[in-house]
């Protein structure tokens, strides 16, 4: 029987596959050692991270990360106790204007920490893990790119909570919809949450996070690939 | 944590009661430990969710309580209300489920968190606490509460006691003495009054004014003065509140109380002692009135009426207390209109009485309050007697009016011919009432069970009111009506997002606090009051006295139903102060959007309270009991 595979599935292929690469840089290698779940693990058995970053722009050769934020959510609850937060030392001037947006001075980051250490740091805590986040280009590019693992792919899970929206949406028709973090959660009648910085952007994304999940499973057990089918 | 990173969270914790009364630091915690949940509309909560849990908080989105014995509602919360606390301590079974109404977003406080900041915070201990009444004592410190707690009292005004105010050097005659003495004694110590001992015990009370009546009179000024002194003499103990102090020289109509300490005479507070204090008003407006010989006069003079009530409010005095001071105002206008009267038309052509029905007869005016009154007549009238009744009891009626007392919607007035009847008409119509009880009959009753005496002949409205107790008291079937009809209206237990359950002629939707949950507790204390016999119409001494009848009330059912109208009364005084301050139309009606979501949850407290308390005495009263015989 011919079998299509799915992304996970692929996934973990490349997985499997860069641990033959000799250019996979050491200090990585045990994530990449770590086995990823499969389409049918349940999502109360995975980690599952809600991660958002602070960008200077979406240009991943040009602009930096500014800041990293996100938590954990286990067994179907927002745990705010396992939330961070990290300030990242710009490798370049800061244009006035983004920090205005990012409500981040230049003289906060100054004082932040060293990008790769960072990236370093959260890479392997998400290492095995489901990451979730709000339009994954963004993320997953800036970790590619500051973890110089271009040639790679990042053995991790990704979710995208917009395009999981879009595809809960499509049978409504209705073109020109919001997709911004703040207009689906106001469609769906969260509070509006005013705070731009990363920790109150994933906790944002996580709570849309788990509104979609209960539309997609009511009360079937979720599992896995059905999320990531839609996360494409 | 950084709170700016979320202040999302920390702002709804600040702004959350109990939340809000911690520190930032307790806040921090609270925060910190949150998780957030989301459930959709077919969802529920139910037992381990519950029990032993923790505390819930509804961030967006609308769930009910449903009371698993008999799945009727228990409550419908929605953003910013919590629960879970009553099941903290309890394990396996949850006493109801939680249904989700909407999609809900819901945050989550584990119950050790909440454990330690029970201890470290007696606020939210008393709001968490698991029975209503603690909760609902706890969400007011009257500045007349007799409460033992140190912390919060001592930051209220007005805590000084009687003993600190008073004057120390009281002027004191023997008894025995003569009244030249006692003038001689007041006019070198430069006081008004003296008190009159034998021994160490205080006799009497002699006043200038005594005097000057006793000369003006050709009294001999060598009797001795306890032929002028009066006799009674309102005394009040050191430790007081200077509140009970002013509320017992409104009551009594006095200017000066000697103070005891032990028992011991340790000094003498005069109103001139209380000068600083505002709500000295009632006590002026009440002597003026007194001496107000007027109609037009006492007309301006109620014009400080509202000003009264709201001194009173802000001066964070009990409901309670406000509603006796401005009965006694009530019976003063009445009095005083009734002494004019009869100046006007002259005397009466035989005894008779003016009663107060209602709120007034029960104490508990408010400054809404219409007129309710009626007139006991010795004996039959004749025409011309009959006439001179209608035009005194019209007069009264007019002028309370125009003293801010609106005329009464249900016309029960003494102006009304059917409300100014002999005694034998009165016994006729209690007898009436209780056999016969239809709707009317029942309404009728329910103003006349609250009667007190205001004016006349005394001995009309105590032989009446023995009448009635004895008929009623082991009148099942009277009891039985009363009940039905006294439970008829249910406290708004379904509390759409707020109160969506009247509407008002602008279709505004509206709470009635009045109609929708305090004339509910007052009509359950009349019920019990009666079948204990109690002679006072007083909600609360009618709910004590049955507390003290065996078999009747529990002592803590007493208590929270005692608590809860203190709360609703509360809630029900502030509301109309706000609307004399913003000049708006004062009434009832409150709108749910104005109660603050701190009173919004301490009235669903109230409302299960009085709900709980109506199915019971149906149990009791009505045929739903005794079907179980």
């Known amino acids: 029987m011919f079998h299509f595979s799915t992304p996970l599935e692929k996934l973990e292929k490349k997985r499997l596959k860069a641990l033959y690469n000799p250019r996979l840089p050491e200090k990585f290698r045990s994530i990449y050692q770590t086995p990823l779940p499969t389409d049918n693990t349940p999502l109360d058995e ?14 991943f050769q040009h602009d930096t990360v500014l800041s990293i934020g996100g938590l954990n959510i286990s067994k179907g609850r927002i745990e705010f106790d396992s939330s961070f937060h990290r300030l990242l030392k710009p490798n370049r001037s800061i244009k006035g204007s983004t920090a205005v947006i990012n409500m981040i001075t230049p003289e906060q980051l100054i004082n932040g920490d060293d990008p790769e250490e960072a990236m370093n740091w959260l890479f392997q805590k998400l290492s095995g893990g489901v990451v979730i986040t709000h339009c994954k280009t963004i993320e997953y590019n800036f970790m590619l790119k500051i973890l110089k693992l271009e040639q790679f792919d990042l053995p991790l899970v990704f979710l995208d909570t917009m395009a999981i929206e879009h595809h809960l949406m499509s049978s409504s028709r209705s073109l020109r919809q919001d997709f911004t973090l703040a207009g689906i959660r106001n469609r769906r009648g969260f509070p509006p949450y005013e705070a ?16 979609q999940v209960k539309d997609i499973f009511g009360k079937v057990r979720p599992t896995l690939g059905a999320l990531v089918k839609r996360s494409q | 944590m950084d709170q700016s990173l979320l202040p999302n969270i920390y702002d709804f914790i600040a702004h959350t009661y109990p939340f809000s009364q911690l520190n930032t630091l307790e806040q921090d915690a609270v925060a910190t430990a949150i998780k957030i949940s989301y459930h959709s509309v077919d969802d529920e909560l139910n037992d381990e969710n519950l029990t032993g849990a923790g505390l819930y908080m509804i961030r967006a989105g609308i769930v009910e309580e449903i009371n698993k014995s008999d799945n009727s509602l228990r409550a419908r919360l929605s953003v910013g209300d919590s629960f879970g606390y009553t099941q903290i301590d309890k394990e396996g079974e949850s006493d109801y489920k939680v249904i989700f109404v909407e999609n809900t977003l819901l945050y989550f406080i584990p119950k050790q968190v909440l454990q330690f900041l029970l201890l470290k915070n007696q606020a939210v201990g008393n709001y968490f606490n698991s029975k209503e009444w603690v909760r609902l004592s706890s969400s007011h410190q009257y500045i007349d509460e007799q409460t033992q707690s140190t912390g919060l009292s001592s930051t209220l005004q007005n805590e000084k006691t009687v003993g600190q105010t008073c004057e ?68 009040i103990d050191a430790d007081k509140t200077l509140i009970s102090a002013l509320e017992l020289m409104i009551m009594h109509n006095v200017k000066c109380l000697p103070v005891l300490n ?13 000068m600083q204090n505002t709500q000295l008003q009632s006590v002026y407006l009440l002597q003026e009135i007194n001496i107000t010989h007027s109609a037009d006069k006492l007309v301006s003079l109620s014009k400080q009426h509202a ?12 409901p309670h207390t406000i509603q006796r001071v401005m009965s006694r105002i009530a019976d003063s206008f009445t009095t005083q209109l009734l002494r004019i009267g009869e100046d006007l038309y002259g005397k009466p052509p035989f005894p008779y009485a003016w009663i107060a029905a209602g709120s ?11 007129q309710d009154n009626a007139m006991i007549l010795q004996q039959e009238p004749n025409e011309e007697e009959a006439l001179y009744f209608q035009k005194l009891a019209s007069f009264v009626c007019q002028s309370l009016e125009q003293c801010g007392y609106p005329l009464c919607n249900g016309n029960y007035m003494a102006s009304n011919e059917r409300w100014r009847v002999s005694y034998s008409r009165w016994t006729e119509y209690f007898n009436e009432w209780t056999t016969n009880t239809d709707k009317e009959a029942i309404l009728n009753s329910q103003v006349f069970l609250d009667i007190r005496y205001i004016f006349g002949d005394q001995k009309l409205v105590t032989r009446l009111l023995e009448h009635l107790r004895n008929t009623i008291r082991e009148n099942k079937r009277f009891l039985a009506s009363l009940c039905t009809a006294s439970c008829s209206v249910l406290p708004p237990l379904g509390t759409f997002r707020q ?31 009666l079948s204990a016999g109690c002679s006072s119409s007083d909600t609360y001494q009618r709910l004590e006295a049955a507390a003290n009848t065996k078999g009747l009330l529990k002592k803590d059912e007493f208590r929270e139903l005692a608590e809860a109208y203190t709360f609703l009364n509360g809630v029900r005084c502030n509301h109309q102060v706000t609307s004399i ?27 299960r309270i009085i709900a709980r308390h109506q199915a019971g005495a149906k149990f009791r009263f009505t045929s739903g009991g005794m079907g179980l015989f």
Do not use: W
């Open chain 1, 46 to 59: 995975c980690r599952i991270f809600s991660i958002d970053f602070e960008t200077t722009g979406l240009d």
């Open chain 1, 196 to 211: 731009h910085n990363a920790l109150a952007d994933s906790l944002a994304t996580a709570e849309l996070f788990l509104a």
């Open chain 2, 168 to 235: 120390r050097d009281v002027t004191t005659v023997e008894d025995g003495s003569s009244i030249v003495h006692a003038a001689q004694v007041i006019d070198s110590s430069d006081t008004e009054v003296a008190l009159v001992t034998k021994e160490r015990d205080i006799v009497g009370i002699v006043s200038k004014s005594d005097i000057s009546h006793a000369v003006a009179t050709g009294i001999s000024l060598n009797d001795p003065v306890s032929s002028i002194m009066s006799p009674e003499v309102v005394k």
């Open chain 2, 262 to 274: 032990n028992g011991i005479l340790t000094g003498i507070l005069t109103t001139h002692n209380l």
């Open chain 2, 307 to 318: 000003e009264i009530f709201r001194t009173l409010v802000e001066s964070n005095i009990q």
């Open chain 2, 360 to 370: 007034l007869a029960r104490n508990e005016l408010q400054f809404l309050s219409d």
């Open chain 2, 499 to 529: 109160f969506v359950l009247t509407r008002d002629g602008k279709n505004n939707a509206f709470l009635n606090i009045k109609k929708q949950a305090i004339n509910l507790i007052v009509e359950l204390g009349r019920l019990y009051g």
């Open chain 2, 581 to 607: 301050k913003e000049k708006t139309e004062m009434s009832n009606n409150i709108d749910p959007k104005k109660l603050s979501q701190f009173e919004r949850n301490h009235l669903r407290d109230a409302f």
